[in-house]
Nanobody, 109 residues
Framework: QVQLVESGGGSVQAGGSLSLSCAASGHYNYDMSWYRQAPGKEREFVSGIDSNGRTGYADSVKGRFTISRGSAKNTVYLQMNGLKPEDTAMYYC?????WGRGTQVTVSS
């Protein structure tokens, strides 16, 4: 079983930045992803990184968010710049079929 713990959420004004982290128990090199869910909306893909370091982003965050992983491979980061009110959501880390409990990001206008 994999345990995922997200951190780094918070409240910022539009245009600000936040950096999220997700630490996974164990040591491996699987694909890792970030999703988000806003109130009343479905959970949506934000960004992912595979075992070779290749990355992918939702169109809504391209050019503003950057995903990376730590040298130990079991930590993934999401640097979020140029935040917009529509980025407000609970952000979740995912590996295989496992999910973290999420970290809240709130962006005020």
């Amino acid at each position: 079983q994999v345990q995922l713990v997200e951190s780094g959420g918070g409240s910022v004004q539009a245009g600000g930045s936040l950096s999220l982290s997700c630490a996974a128990s164990g040591h491996y090199n699987y694909d890792m992803s970030w999703y988000r869910q806003a109130p009343g909306k479905e959970r949506e893909f934000v960004s992912g990184i595979d075992s070779n370091g290749r990355t992918g982003y939702a169109d809504s965050v391209k050019g503003r968010f950057t995903i990376s992983r730590g040298s130990a491979k079991n930590t993934v980061y999401l640097q979020m710049n140029g935040l917009k009110p529509e980025d407000t959501a609970m952000y979740y880390c995912s590996v295989l079929t496992y999910w973290g409990r999420g970290t809240q990001v709130t962006v005020s206008s």
